[in-house]
Antibody, heavy 123, light 106 residues
Framework: EVQLVESGGGLVQPGRSLRLSCTAS????????MTWVRQAPGKGLEWVSF??????????EYAASVKGRFTISRDDFNTIAYLQMNGLKTEDTAVYYC??????????????WGQGTLVTVSS | EVVMTQSPATLSVSPGERATLSCRAS??????LAWFQQKPGQAPRLLIY???TRATGIPDRFSGSVSGTEFILTISSLQSEDFAVYYC?????????FGQGTNLEI
């Protein structure tokens, strides 16, 4: 069964750091891109970050709201995608989902999603 | 960035009826458009990609189409399990952007 499981969320003070993990199973992790999408309480979906597979240079993309503060990375041996979040702000409070990126006609869409992990930034 | 605008914000329909949800992009995104369903407390679920291709395991009552610059999600005969929030998302440009969602309610 293809599965993504997020972990690492919790309550953190503004300005502090947190690292989220997304553990994959049921597919060849190294062949796929991965992404993070978040959802603030009661709000819609906001794309956060993306990393291509090593075959495509493991290059990354970021939303303007997190660029310079968040870093996405991957560990293909352990089939984990990470989101390192530094300088957290109250507006970063959200459920963070990881999803698999599938390459269609030269563009990536997100087909499999994890159940999410809640990050609360508050003093 | 590309702004995705969904309408209506809320759609009230009855089981067995047909639902039509709309999504417009502020600029052309070709057919790089996906639809997701999200139920309370759950992760989004991919329904449609490439504007009109159903994802694996999605019932054929869900269909996607394009009319000019408008993307349409049609649910032909609503089942009780279809009542949820639906999001469109473009994957042509970075940053990827989502519509604000349509709440499909009874």
């Amino acid at each position: 069964e293809v599965q993504l499981v997020e972990s690492g969320g919790g309550l953190v003070q503004p300005g502090r750091s947190l690292r989220l993990s997304c553990t994959a199973s049921g597919f060849t992790f190294g062949d796929y891109a991965m992404t993070w999408v978040r959802q603030a309480p009661g709000k819609g979906l906001e794309w956060v970050s993306f990393i291509r597979s090593k075959s495509y240079g493991a290059t990354t993309e970021y939303a303007a709201s997190v660029k310079g503060r968040f870093t996405i990375s991957r560990d293909d041996f352990n089939t984990i995608a990470y989101l390192q979040m530094n300088g957290l702000k109250t507006e970063d409070t959200a459920v963070y989902y990881c999803a698999r990126g599938l390459l269609g006609n030269s563009h990536y869409y997100f087909d499999i999603w994890g159940q999410g992990t809640l990050v609360t930034v508050s003093s | 960035e590309v702004v995705m605008t969904q309408s209506p914000a809320t759609l009230s329909v009855s089981p067995g009826e047909r639902a039509t949800l709309s999504c417009r992009a502020s600029q052309s995104v070709s057919n790089n458009l996906a639809w997701f369903q999200q139920k309370p407390g759950q992760a989004p679920r991919l329904l449609i990609y490439d504007a009109s291709t159903r994802a694996t395991g999605i019932p054929d009552r869900f269909s996607g189409s394009v009319s000019g610059t408008e993307f349409i999600l049609t649910i032909s005969s609503l089942q009780s399990e279809d009542f949820a929030v639906y999001y469109c998302q473009q994957y042509h440009y970075w940053p990827r952007t989502f519509g604000q969602g349509t709440n499909l309610e009874i």
